[in-house]
């Protein structure tokens, strides 16, 4: 357990959170949505300090980042909780905890993490699985070691993260994915329970402090697969981000409480990719459907194929000191 960051005491043992843009306000012995930060007579602590309960090495293209140190592996970490109440989550059952439930997970510090990370060959640490910012204490005392030991940082998030914390992570964050689930106001509060208009505005937080981004938005059948949401997602990234940005357009499967939904077929993934082309984005990638051949990273300039995947795997990779070999156009990204 750890005092929290960002908060202040409010009257009669009350404390408000700062730490993401729900703002939640706490009453003693409460938790916020979270239901990982508790307040305690006032004082508001963490309660997955180095608790983790997911270390993995992943290959960095699972994040997925696609424009970061290509091939390279991310030693990658997670404690339980999360901000938003997503109906087809994919890691519920690290990410939904209940509001008093006990708070599992192995204790780890800062320093083993880093030391794993470097037995196993890691270039960088990504805080992932379920949402990074509730456990941001511990991911940024982690991050500033990594830094200091050359690794790099990425943050796999949904965008929520208050402006405060995000720029006191800023200066150790280099990379971050961020799932932009849709683009209503209606599916983020009906489905996310959040507000999509704080994710925008997150978002374009972390291009003015450049932050590596790429977004990956999750297309399901008949919620968010609408060629104006597809075209609205296409059109910010474009006009707020740059055309350098990569989208990662994915395919949805039922799980979790959203089991009445088909998985989002092949033809979608490609309309969807073909709206983002449309847009004038440089690099649009087509996600959980290997072999289809929307993995590929094509040179921008002259077309040519610069990186072959197939899943996770990178099967080919022409890029030479950051440029396409063919026709000499740089390549958006960090150690391409």
């Not at 921008?300 to 194929?305: F, G, K, Q, V, Y």
């Not at 396409?324 to 390549?331: K, L, Q, R």
Request: aromatic share 10%.
């Amino acid at each position: 357990m750890r005092e929290a960051m960002f908060y202040e005491r409010l009257n009669d043992n009350l404390v408000r959170c700062g730490l993401c843009r729900h703002h939640c306000q706490i009453g003693d012995g409460a938790r916020g949505i979270c239901a990982v930060r508790e307040n305690r007579g006032g004082t508001l602590y963490s309660l997955v300090y180095g608790k983790l309960v997911a270390e993995n090495v992943d290959p960095i293209e699972k994040k997925p980042l696609f424009h970061v140190l290509p091939a390279s592996r991310s030693f990658s970490i997670a404690t339980v909780g999360c901000n938003f109440r997503c109906r087809h989550c994919q890691n519920y059952s690290i990410s939904q905890v209940p509001p008093k439930a006990p708070i599992v997970g192995e204790d780890h510090s800062p320093q083993s993490v880093i030391r794993k990370a470097q037995a196993t060959g890691c270039r960088s640490i990504a805080y992932t699985y379920t949402e990074p910012t509730i456990f941001f204490e511990f991911a940024y005392d982690t991050a500033r070691l990594a830094k200091e030991a050359g690794l790099l940082n990425v943050f796999v998030t949904n965008g929520y993260i208050s402006k405060k914390a995000l720029a006191t992570a800023a200066p150790y964050l280099d990379a971050a994915n961020i799932d932009l689930k849709g683009f209503s106001e209606g599916f983020y509060r009906d489905y996310i329970h959040a507000r999509l208009s704080e994710v925008l505005d997150s978002i374009v937080e972390h291009r003015k402090l450049d932050i590596w981004l790429e977004l990956t938005t999750l297309i399901i059948p008949g919620l968010n697969d609408s060629d104006e949401e597809l075209q609205g997602i296409a059109s910010f990234i474009a006009g707020n981000l740059g055309v350098d940005t990569p989208w990662h357009v994915t395919q949805f499967y039922p799980t979790y409480q959203l089991t009445d939904r088909p998985r989002t077929p092949v033809a979608t993934l490609r309309r969807a990719r073909d709206i983002g082309k449309a847009a004038g984005l440089r690099y649009v990638y087509e996600g959980n459907v290997p072999g289809e051949g929307g993995e590929n990273t094509f040179c921008p300039s002259c077309a040519a194929l610069l990186i072959g995947r197939h899943g996770y795997l990178i099967e080919r990779n022409r890029i030479e000191n950051g440029a396409c070999p063919d026709c000499g156009v740089a390549i958006a990204g960090i150690g391409m």
